[in-house]
């Protein structure tokens, strides 16, 4: 019967003995192929330039009776698979082809044109299982191609065959080698196998006295000493288990991952907190390099760091890493780490090697950073909150200004001849008072404060109506691409809000296209998580729908995006713009409950990412104002308390065929209203005013003339009216200044509502 080890070795050597022979087969085929294919492609390039020669003479003579006969010949070589002759564009002259390499060649006509080398050189090359040669034909000019094809399955079938010869023999000698080497290896086994089964049983009786057949000096020697130093071994034993338990429970009781090493930094030891930050079983990390299993930072810095563990070993000192370094797990897993080394040194004071202590902060660096972006945050509302602060302390009295100049300048460009030089003036007057009233709406719509008021819009249609005012303001170089998405949700916004944010990011991104370019809007529905509420801290999860604007400009930076959205800063060139533009998109966006993402590399432009709120109503149409709006005959009763409004607002009212009764403080007001006599069809008042705001006046004038209507009108921002005036969203509201066809606009719109 064959032991184990006898069978080890003699199926060992018989594999060795069979790996050679076959490599030695797969050797010799290959070689003889290969000498086969050379010989083969030697033959090949030689007869395709004799018969190219030939062919010239035929071509020439134009016997081509001749060159197909004389083509036949050639093409009765045994691997000879196919003959073509073609002219120069590839139209074949003479076409022989051969289905097998034992059957005849035949003419073919079947084949009309063929592709031909773009070059006139000699090509030769290997197409699957056929080597192909074109030769050219030349006579003084270039004539055309000689195309040849050989087979090389008698190169394969030759190669076969030697793998075949090789594996016979082979078989042969495996047999005899198998026989001789049972022969030579049994007896000296026999020796081994009965101190095998002595050391078993000593090892399976953990250090007990184990009885041995005596008779033999030698082996009753070897016994006595096994028998001695068995009782030495298992004393010896249970002492280093003792200790061992002792140091497993202290490794697996600390909260760190340690990780122990030889003087030849292999890993001797992990703890559990290791194999858990490391990703790797005690047992398979065992004897590794450390910095196979040990992936500290990232890979500019993973030399570096594995330089100063090393040192703990050539310096033989203490070492704590500094800072935090991210460790990459056998899993992927990403945790932050903090480490630290020192040498370990024997009881000899010989250096054993090197431990190393782990400790996961990935939860506290995740805390820190949580903590530095919510301060950033809070750094970034503040500075936003005291510019709102500052722009809703002045939009009162600067805009109550804005509208008394806009009003007399739109009164006098109506008193003056359009050819003279003062209208000119006026218009520039009336222009610069529209600019600063934009840059004051623009600051209220940043730090969140205009008055809106928002409708249930479709999207993609009130987008689809602006694409004519965007393309006029970003010109005809840049091409403007609108992709609206499938059966995209409503949304909640005031339009002329919408207006404001389509208007600025064309505009910006017109801006940041030198030359050509274009510009990419699209919308589609998204629904937002938990996850997405990661990078977006005030982001409510829910159904969301997002409008994509991106362009083909020049890009940001990480400086420029850090900043891109505070107020007055800008990377446009003096003159150019006010900073106000991306600000006025991001207040609008945050007063809608909606989030704004940016992404931009330098010179891969930017992609701007609004996401507003889905809301399931119907859509509202929104109308239009009419350019000229019509006046009436109606009668308005005008309170303001600020002169200057209350004067230009009864001039224009009046030009427009109004009845005007103006009261300067709603005591004045509540007393004209008390005149039976006189007919008032509309309330048009300020809102905040000394004694008693709008709302309340129009609620005490109501209870005596109930069929009046209200319109109301402030300067002021947003939340002061919430606070002090009492505004609920659907009252008719006017926002100061105003322009003349704005008034009259929303003068008939209320009173023609019913």
């Given at each position: 019967m064959i032991k184990r080890l006898e069978t080890k070795i003699i199926v060992s050597l018989a594999l060795i003995l069979a790996v050679m022979i076959a490599v030695y087969g797969w050797w010799t085929g290959s070689r003889q192929q290969s000498v086969y294919i050379q010989a083969l492609t030697d033959n090949i390039r030689v007869l395709s330039h004799s018969h190219a020669d030939d062919a010239a003479t035929f071509i020439v003579t134009e016997e081509y009776a001749g060159l197909e006969s004389h083509m036949m010949n050639a093409a009765s070589m045994p691997d000879v698979l196919s003959v073509q002759v073609?002219?120069?564009?590839?139209?074949?002259?003479?076409?022989?082809?051969?289905?097998?390499?034992?059957?005849?060649?035949?003419?073919?006509?079947?084949?009309?044109?063929?592709?031909?080398?773009?070059?006139?050189?000699?090509?030769?090359?290997?197409?699957?299982?056929?080597?192909?040669?074109?030769?050219?034909?030349?006579?003084?000019?270039?004539?055309?191609?000689?195309?040849?094809?050989?087979?090389?399955?008698?190169?394969?079938?030759?190669?076969?065959?030697?793998?075949?010869?090789?594996?016979?023999?082979?078989?042969?000698?495996?047999?005899?080698?198998?026989?001789?080497m049972i022969m030579v290896v049994k007896r000296p086994l026999k020796a081994v196998r009965e101190l095998s089964q002595f050391a078993q049983e000593l090892q399976d009786r953990k250090g007990a006295q184990v009885s041995v057949r005596r008779g033999v000096y030698e082996i009753d020697l070897l016994a006595d000493a096994l028998n001695h130093s068995s009782t030495e071994l298992r004393e010896a034993e249970q002492r280093l288990l003792a200790e061992q338990e002792r140091l497993t429970v202290t490794l697996q009781s600390i909260g760190d991952g340690v990780i122990a090493t030889d003087t030849g930094n292999r890993i001797m030891l992990l703890n559990q907190i290791a194999e858990q930050l490391t990703g790797w079983r005690e047992e398979d990390a065992k004897g590794m390099e450390l910095g196979q299993v040990l992936k500290l930072g990232s890979d500019a810095e993973y030399v570096e760091v594995m330089a100063q563990l090393n040192s703990v070993l050539t310096a033989r000192r203490t070492l704590e890493l500094s800072g935090q370094h991210h460790l990459l797990s056998r899993n992927g897993a990403l945790r932050t780490v903090t480490a630290n080394g020192a040498p370990i040194i024997d009881s000899s004071g010989q250096l054993a090697g090197m431990v190393l202590v782990i400790r996961d902060i990935t939860e506290k660096a995740e805390i820190e950073a949580e903590k530095r972006g919510l301060a950033q945050q809070l750094a970034q509302s503040q500075k936003m909150e005291a510019v709102g602060q500052l722009a809703g302390g002045v939009a009162?009295?600067?805009?109550?200004?804005?509208?008394?100049?806009?009003?007399?300048?739109?009164?006098?460009?109506?008193?003056?001849?359009?050819?003279?030089?003062?209208?000119?003036?006026?218009?520039?007057?009336?222009?610069?008072?529209?600019?600063?009233?934009?840059?004051?709406?623009?600051?209220?719509?940043?730090?969140?404060?205009?008055?809106?008021?928002?409708?249930?819009?479709?999207?993609?249609?009130?987008?689809?109506?602006?694409?004519?005012?965007?393309?006029?303001?970003?010109?005809?170089?840049?091409?403007?691409?609108?992709?609206?998405?499938?059966?995209?949700?409503?949304?909640?916004?005031?339009?002329?809000?919408?207006?404001?944010?389509?208007?600025?990011?064309?505009?910006?991104?017109?801006?940041?296209?030198?030359?050509?370019?274009?510009?990419?809007?699209?919308?589609?529905?998204?629904?937002?998580?938990?996850?997405?509420?990661?990078?977006?801290?005030?982001?409510?999860?829910?159904?969301?729908?997002?409008?994509?604007?991106?362009?083909?400009?020049?890009?940001?930076t990480r400086e420029v995006m850090d900043r891109i959205f505070e107020p007055f800063y800008t990377t446009k060139e003096f003159g150019r713009g006010t900073g106000l533009g991306l600000a006025t998109v991001f207040g609008i966006v945050k007063q809608n409950s909606g989030n704004i993402e940016v992404a931009s590399e330098p010179g891969h432009g930017a992609t701007f990412r609004i996401y507003l709120p889905a809301v399931h109503e119907d859509a509202k149409e929104s109308t239009r104002e009419r350019e000229r709006p019509a006046g009436g005959t109606e009668s308005i009763l005008l309170v303001e308390d600020e002169p200057a409004i209350m004067e230009i607002g009864t001039t224009i009212l009046s030009q427009l065929g109004y009845t005007v009764y103006a009261a300067g403080s709603p005591e004045k007001a509540i007393a004209i209203a008390a005149d039976r006599s006189k007919d008032i069809d509309l309330l048009l008042t300020d809102i905040i005013m000394p004694g008693m705001n709008g709302r309340d006046l129009s609620e005490r004038l109501s209870q005596t003339r109930p069929e009046l209507k209200c319109l109301f009108m402030s300067g002021y921002t947003a939340d002061v009216i919430a606070e002090r005036g009492k505004v609920d969203e659907d009252m008719c509201f006017l926002q100061k200044p105003f322009t003349m066809q704005t008034l009259a606009a929303k003068v008939r719109e209320v009173l023609d509502e019913t």
């Open positions: 073609t002219e120069p564009d590839g139209h074949i002259l003479c076409n022989i082809k051969r289905p097998s390499r034992g059957a005849p060649p035949k003419l073919s006509y079947d084949t009309k044109v063929i592709a031909v080398p773009s070059k006139t050189e000699p090509v030769l090359r290997r197409e699957g299982d056929q080597l192909v040669s074109w030769a050219p034909i030349f006579a003084g000019t270039h004539l055309g191609w000689v195309r040849m094809a050989l087979t090389l399955k008698t190169a394969t079938q030759l190669q076969e065959a030697t793998w075949n010869s090789s594996l016979q023999i082979g078989a042969l000698w495996i047999m005899v080698g198998t026989l001789l009162h009295d600067f805009n109550n200004m804005l509208g008394v100049i806009i009003g007399h300048a739109e009164l006098a460009l109506l008193r003056t001849d359009t050819s003279a030089e003062m209208h000119d003036r006026l218009n520039e007057i009336l222009d610069a008072a529209n600019r600063s009233a934009d840059i004051t709406r623009q600051l209220l719509a940043f730090s969140r404060q205009q008055h809106a008021e928002p409708k249930v819009l479709d999207l993609n249609e009130t987008i689809a109506r602006m694409l004519k005012m965007l393309h006029r303001l970003i010109g005809e170089d840049i091409d403007l691409s609108w992709s609206p998405g499938f059966n995209v949700s409503k949304i909640r916004i005031d339009p002329s809000q919408l207006d404001q944010v389509m208007a600025n990011l064309c505009v910006n991104a017109r801006d940041a296209i030198a030359g050509v370019g274009k510009i990419e809007i699209d919308t589609q529905n998204v629904t937002l998580d938990m996850h997405d509420q990661a990078r977006m801290a005030d982001l409510t999860p829910g159904d969301y729908v997002m409008l994509v604007v991106s362009d083909s400009g020049r890009g940001m």
